[in-house]
């Protein structure tokens, strides 16, 4: 009877390792999988910043929060949703915006690399589960819309050297993330004016409340895409 007991922890014990080495795949959450670092969290945003190499892949990763992307630079490269396919992504351009509602249809997938360039992209996760929790303000010359749904707008604003933006003031809490990157100067009612290097690829939080106007000082064009979070 002892032989027996014994004979069965072992069996248990090792049976997922044997599952393991069946070639089932891995699924972990897409904030542990490779190539997807976490680099900012509050109580409502979690923001990855996802960089793969050449001939590279994020293994099998789970999303199941609406996320907001801002692509920074795109590669060939094919999305393979568990027990699928891969299939091959068509490129888009530099500084795209893109929202997708995970929450109501999440997934299991992994991204591979094929060509000489990597793939990144910016992402934001809204951690609170329902929209209508902020209203987000609106923007005037300078700014355009890029997306409006149920949780998030999204502007962006291209400044060539010595253009300005005039003010407006931030209606919701959101993310800025810099495309292209220079000098800029932001000018707030009763402060002092504050000069910024932002980089490309760099972000930043913004609370709610803040009247801003946002002229480039630099030699080079900047690009910012602005979020507020409804």
């Not at 795209?96 to 995970?102: A, D, I």
């Not at 300078?142 to 407006?168: H, I």
């Not at 480039?216 to 602005?226: F, K, Q, S, Y």
Request: glycine share 8%; net charge neutral; proline share 7%.
């Amino acid at each position: 009877m002892a032989l027996r007991l014994l004979c069965s922890l072992v069996v248990l014990a090792y049976a997922p390792l044997a599952a393991a080495q069946s070639g089932a795949p891995i699924v972990v959450p897409v904030e542990a999988t490779s190539y997807h670092v976490p680099v900012f969290s509050n109580e409502l945003v979690t923001v990855l910043n996802v960089l793969i190499p050449p001939q590279r892949s994020s293994g099998y990763h789970r999303h199941s929060l609406d996320t907001i992307a801002v692509l920074m630079s795109d590669a060939t490269r094919t999305n393979q949703v568990l027990g699928g396919e891969p299939i091959a992504r068509q490129a888009q351009a530099r500084g795209t915006v893109s929202f997708t509602p995970y929450a109501r249809d999440p997934i299991v997938h992994t991204v591979a690399v094929q060509g000489e360039s990597s793939f990144h992209n910016l992402v934001v996760e809204l951690l609170y589960p329902s929209a209508g929790r902020f209203s987000p303000g609106t923007r005037g010359q300078g700014y355009t819309q890029v997306l409006d749904n149920e949780r998030v707008r999204a502007w962006r604003l291209v400044l060539e050297p010595g253009q300005m933006a005039p003010a407006v003031t931030q209606g919701a809490p959101g993310v800025r993330v810099v495309v292209e990157g220079g000098e800029l100067v932001e000018i707030v009612p009763g402060a002092p004016d504050r000069s910024m290097a932002p980089r490309s690829g760099e972000l930043y939080w913004q609370e709610a409340g803040t009247t801003r106007a946002v002229r480039n000082v630099g030699t080079t064009r900047i690009e910012l895409v602005e979020l507020e979070l409804k």
